[in-house]
């Protein structure tokens, strides 16, 4: 069964498509992702494991996993940073803040170029009806180790509470930018609803001092459309598909 062979399987880091300025398209970062590659050389999609391993309890061992094998990373990386996706099992994990500043001491990497992507569903929980544990820990973390920014991903999946947003980066100041899920970033440019939703969203960020990040561009169409709306940064298979650190041309990276 899947549950007793994840734990058992390696599993590759990837790079999403690159982030990009919006203005001018020049890479500033990645997103690490996690693949899981079968022993026949097939890559399952995280779709399909992440759902597995959060329910086995096995996902701090996994983002610790993306962690180490993106701060090992950053070196060949300079003048760019990586982003990492860290559930909440892992974040609220005693003593995460300590640990993470140790591996960064360990690799001689720099804080400030390694982000870490928060749900929304865990801003959310920032709201002032909820217990304040998660705010707490978040500045925690932050008093640990302020160079390490936040990233709040997939906004727009659910309805987020502004609110909770508004408070959650009022409070902890690493919070550096929301990324917009890509259902509402696809097709944009032909759909006046999302064009709307993200205009209003990016203008609320920018005065909250906040960047946003555009997940699933595919289209030239869609690009254009966020520069016009002053999204700061581009990321999707219209910029580049996944691939293996290997494949990448890391002195061509390092000066683009």
Known sequence: SYPSILPLTPFSRKW???????????????EVLARWIKPDGSVVSPADFIPLAADAGWMPRLDWLMLT????????????????NVS??????SGFGERLAEQL??????PEDLRLEISESIAIGCSPVIQGSILDQLK??????DAVGLLVDDYGSAYAHLLAIMRLCKEVPSVQAIKLVGDLVSGLDNDPSKL???????????????????????????????KF????????YHLGRPLPLSEYNLETIATC
């Open 69 to 84: 094998q993106a701060i090992a990373a950053l070196e060949h990386f300079e003048g760019q940073w990586l982003s990492v």
């Open 140 to 145: 925690n973390l932050a008093a640990t180790d």
């Open 229 to 236: 709306l002053r999204c700061d940064y581009l990321q999707g």
């Open 88 to 93: 909440g099992p892992t974040l609220f994990e």
């Open 16 to 30: 999403d498509a690159p982030i990009a300025l919006s203005h001018n398209r020049r890479i500033v970062g990645y």
């Open 196 to 226: 709307t939703i993200c205009r209003n969203t990016i203008e609320m960020a920018h005065d909250l001092d906040l960047q946003v990040i555009a997940e699933g561009v595919e289209t030239e169409a869609e690009a254009l459309t966020l």
């Open 105 to 110: 001491a360990g690799f001689f990497a720099r």
